[in-house]
C-alpha cells in the first residue's frame, strides 16, 4: 500500500503508478525540486511569446475537453508570477465556450514546436470577462522535448476573427474525414481530469502532448482508438488521473488545413499485452472508446509547415511493425538470411561481426541486453549447428553487432569452440548467416530510473555494452536525464579487454558515467591510471567502494564463479533479489540459491509415471514417452530428429514448438517462457499420468 504525503506535489492516482513501476522515491525527489507554485521567469517569457496555447477542461457532465486557444504572440501574459491572463475568446464550436465559468479548474500546456520546449501548468480560472481569461496557478513545471515533430507556423490574416462562425460537425463515431486526421497525425492533445479536494493543489485537470510517428494512434474502430504509451518524465500526471477518473479528451490537429477533431472518451490503461511489449518503445498502452465528438471545419487560422521528427522517435516501432511481430511469433522458429556487413576487432581474442537482413525486411530491433540465435553450417559437418550470440549494439534498427569470443580447448587435447573459431577464421565481410529473431529477458528494467550498475568479467561485456549505449541514448538524447550510470568491468590486460576506448570517449561526454577497470593480470606496459583503475578483480569490496549502496539495479554478467561471488556478496548486503539481474547459459542456471521449502523438480516428482503417448505430427513418428527418456528435445533426438536448439536449459528459446494438442511440463520453470500454445522441447516433458496405471496423452508437436 503507497503511503500518501500531504506534501507532496502528486496526488494518490499518480504516486501509485509511480509505485507501481518503482519509481516513487526518485520521482518525488524531483517534484519537489522542480514542481513550482508560481512561473520562474523563464516560463513568463515562454508563454508571452506563444501565438498558441493548449487548454484541458471538464464540462458539466464530468467529461475531459482538450482546446487550443489562439492569437498574434503577446496574447499570453503574466502580470504577476502567480496569474497568467489570456486575452482571446475560444474558437467557434469549442467546447471550452460552454465549460468556461469563474473557479474551473483547468490544465494548461505551452508548446514551441520549432525549439521542442514545453511548458505545463495547473490552475483555476480567477476571473473570466468577455475579452481575458485569468488563471490562477497551482503548479507549474517543464517537460523534455522527446517526441515532439518540429515545425515553424505561420498566422493568417483572420487570427483576429478566431470566434466567427465556421463549419461544426458532432460525431459519435469517427467520420471518414476524422479517420483520416487521426490515422495521419504524428501528435495530439490530451486532457483528462481528478477533482479531490477543493484545496488540493496537487488535483484538479491537466493537458498533455503525445507524439510518435504518423499512425502511432490506431483506429480500431469508428469508437475506439489505441495509443502507445512512451518513456516520458514518470510524473504520470495524465495516466494518474485516468487511473482514479477513466476519462480523457484528445485533441487532433489537422496543421495543413486547420481543421480540429475534438474526442472526449472513456480511457483505459492496458499494462500488459502482447501488442504492447512488441511495440518498440511503448511501455503500456492506453485505449479510448468515443463518447462524443466534434470535427470544426477551418478552426484555427495558423498553418504549420513540418521541419523534422523528433530524434525519440527513432526508439519507437509502429503498428505495422507489431503485426509483422505477432505474426513472426506465430510461426515460430523462422531463419533470415543475414550479410556480414563489417568485421572488426575488438581485442586479441574478440571480434565484432556486424549483421544487416540480406532481403528487403526490416530488421527485427531486439532489446538491449537480447541474444541472437543462430544457425551456422560448418565444414565437413554432418548437420547444422544452433549458437546464441549477445548482440552488443543498442537497438538501433539497422544491424546486429554480435562480439565474439574466440574460445580455446576446454582441456588440452580437446577441439576448440567450433563456431567461434568458425567465426573469427572463416566468416568475412560479405558472408550470409542464417539468424532468428533476438530473445531473451535479460535486458534493462525500462520502467526504472534506479541508478544502475553494470559488472562484467570477459566477454561478459557484450550485453552491457548494449545496455550501456541504450542508457546513454536515452540520457544523451533527451538531454533531460541524470540517471546514474557504473560499468565495472574485469579482462586480463589491455590486449584482452574489449570496448574500453569506446566505454573511456562515452564517459568525457556523458558526465552520469562512472567507470572502472580492473586487471588481472597487466602486461608491462599498461599503466594504472590510464588502461586499467585497479589492480586485481572485482569483488564487492571493490564495488562498496565505487558507489554510494542506495536502491541500484544490478546487471551481471561472466563466469559463473564471478557471477555467483557477486550475488552473495549483493544479498549479503540486503539487496533484494529483484534489484539484481543476470544471465549465464548452461543447466541449473541460476544464481538464487533460495529454493522454496520441499521443492522437487519434475523428474524427481514423475519416478515411474507413464507412458503418454507422443506424436511429432511432421515427421509422422508416434511413440510412447516415459520419464526415462528425458525431455521432448531428447525424445525427437532418439527418434532420428534434429530440432534446433542452443542452452538446453529454456533460456534461449531456440528450440521452442508449437504445441498442435495436449500440454507439456518443464522440468523447472523456464527463465524465459514461451508463447502460450508452444514449448521449450529442451527442457519440457509430456504431462504424465496421475498413476503409473495410467495411460495420458496424446501429445501432438509440430515437428
Same mark, same amino acid.
Given at each position: ?125 480567477? *476571473? ?11 503548479? %507549474? ?50 486532457? %483528462? ?8 493543489? %496537487? ?137 556480414? *556487413? ?25 532489446? *538491449? ?116 550510470? /557504473? ?10 579487454? *574489449? ?125 510412447? /514417452? ?78
Amino acid at each position: 500500500m503507497t503511503t500518501i504525503d500531504i506534501e507532496s506535489p502528486f496526488h494518490r492516482g499518480e504516486q501509485d503508478i509511480q509505485s507501481r513501476l518503482g519509481v516513487r522515491e526518485q520521482v518525488e525527489e524531483l517534484g519537489q525540486r522542480f514542481i513550482r507554485d508560481h512561473m520562474p521567469e523563464q516560463q513568463r517569457a515562454f508563454y508571452a511569446q506563444l501565438p498558441y496555447l493548449l487548454i484541458g477542461t471538464v464540462d458539466d457532465a464530468g467529461r475531459p475537453w482538450a482546446s487550443i486557444l489562439a492569437g498574434r504572440p503577446g496574447f499570453v501574459h503574466t502580470p504577476d508570477p502567480y496569474t497568467l491572463s489570456i486575452e482571446a475568446r475560444p474558437i467557434f464550436g469549442d467546447p471550452l465556450n460552454d465549460t468556461l465559468s469563474e473557479g474551473l479548474q483547468v490544465g494548461l500546456l505551452g508548446i514551441e514546436y520549432q525549439s521542442r520546449r514545453r511548458n505545463r501548468m495547473t490552475g483555476k480560472v480567477a *476571473a473570466l470577462d468577455d475579452k481575458y481569461i485569468d488563471i490562477k496557478v497551482d503548479q %507549474t513545471f517543464g517537460n523534455c522535448p522527446q517526441y515532439i515533430q518540429a515545425r515553424d507556423y505561420e498566422l493568417l490574416p483572420d487570427i483576429d476573427s478566431i470566434g466567427e462562425d465556421r463549419p461544426v460537425h458532432r460525431i459519435k463515431r469517427l467520420s471518414d474525414r476524422a479517420r483520416e486526421i487521426i490515422s495521419l497525425a504524428d501528435n495530439f492533445y490530451i486532457a %483528462t481530469h481528478y477533482a479531490g479536494g477543493s484545496d488540493d493543489v %496537487t488535483c484538479g485537470a491537466d493537458v498533455s502532448h503525445r507524439g510518435g510517428k504518423p499512425g502511432f494512434v490506431r483506429i480500431e474502430d469508428d469508437q475506439t482508438l489505441m495509443f502507445p504509451d512512451f518513456k516520458g518524465n514518470n510524473h504520470f500526471n495524465t495516466l494518474g488521473n485516468i487511473l482514479l477518473n477513466p476519462r480523457a479528451g484528445l485533441l487532433f490537429i489537422d496543421f495543413n488545413s486547420g481543421d480540429l477533431v475534438y474526442l472526449t472518451c472513456t480511457a483505459e490503461i492496458i499494462w500488459d499485452s502482447e501488442q504492447g511489449h512488441a511495440f518498440a518503445g511503448a511501455e503500456r498502452l492506453v485505449k479510448l472508446t468515443l463518447d462524443e465528438g466534434l470535427l470544426i471545419e477551418r478552426a484555427i487560422p495558423i498553418r504549420w509547415n513540418f521541419l523534422e521528427y523528433s530524434p525519440s522517435l527513432e526508439k519507437t516501432g509502429s503498428w505495422a511493425e507489431v503485426a509483422e511481430t505477432l505474426a513472426e511469433r506465430i510461426k515460430g522458429n523462422v531463419y533470415r538470411h543475414y550479410r556480414v *556487413a563489417r568485421v572488426e576487432p575488438e581485442s586479441t581474442v574478440i571480434t565484432s561481426f556486424y549483421l544487416e537482413p540480406a532481403d528487403d525486411e526490416k530488421i527485427h530491433c531486439h532489446k *538491449a541486453g537480447q541474444f541472437l540465435p543462430i544457425e551456422l553450417h560448418l565444414p565437413d559437418a554432418d548437420k547444422p549447428i544452433q549458437r546464441t550470440y549477445t548482440i552488443s549494439n543498442a537497438p538501433n534498427g539497422e544491424y546486429y553487432r554480435l562480439s565474439i569470443k574466440r574460445e580455446p580447448p576446454a582441456k588440452p587435447g580437446l577441439p576448440a569452440g567450433a563456431s567461434s573459431n568458425y567465426f573469427h577464421d572463416q566468416v568475412k565481410v560479405g558472408s550470409t548467416i542464417r539468424a532468428m529473431s533476438p530473445r531473451g529477458k535479460f535486458v534493462l528494467d525500462e520502467p526504472s530510473t534506479r541508478p544502475v550498475v553494470l559488472i562484467s568479467g570477459g566477454v561478459g561485456i557484450t550485453p552491457m555494452m548494449s545496455m550501456l549505449e541504450e542508457l546513454a541514448n536515452e540520457s544523451i538524447g533527451c538531454g533531460c536525464n541524470n540517471r546514474q550510470v /557504473w560499468f565495472v568491468h574485469t579482462s586480463r590486460n589491455s590486449q584482452l579487454h *574489449a570496448f574500453e576506448k569506446d566505454v573511456r570517449d562515452l564517459a568525457k561526454k556523458w558526465p552520469c558515467l562512472h567507470v572502472h577497470f580492473c586487471h588481472s593480470k597487466p602486461l608491462a606496459t599498461d599503466v594504472e591510471g590510464e588502461d586499467y583503475d585497479s589492480l586485481g578483480h572485482i569483488d564487492i569490496e571493490l564495488i562498496k567502494s565505487l558507489l554510494p549502496f542506495d536502491d541500484h539495479e544490478f546487471y551481471i554478467c561472466g563466469p559463473a564463479p564471478f557471477m555467483t561471488s557477486l550475488y552473495d556478496g549483493l544479498k549479503g548486503l540486503n539487496v533484494s533479489h529483484e534489484r539484481i539481474h543476470y544471465e549465464f547459459f548452461g543447466s541449473g542456471a541460476s544464481l538464487h540459491h533460495d529454493r522454496p521449502s520441499g521443492f522437487k523438480s519434475l523428474t524427481e516428482e514423475l519416478g515411474d509415471r507413464g507412458p503418454v503417448a507422443v506424436r511429432l505430427a511432421r515427421s509422422g513418428i508416434e511413440a510412447r /514417452w516415459d520419464p526415462s527418456q528425458g525431455t521432448l528435445l531428447d525424445f525427437a533426438e532418439a527418434h532420428g530428429l534434429q530440432p534446433a536448439y542452443s542452452c538446453r536449459s529454456g533460456i534461449c528459446q531456440t528450440c521452442v514448438t508449437k504445441i498442435l494438442e495436449g500440454a507439456v511440463q518443464y522440468t523447472e520453470p523456464p527463465m524465459t517462457p514461451p508463447p502460450e500454445g508452444q514449448a521449450l522441447i529442451c527442457c519440457s516433458y509430456p504431462v504424465p499420468p496421475r498413476s503409473s496405471d495410467e495411460e495420458a496423452g496424446p501429445l501432438v508437436l509440430d515437428l
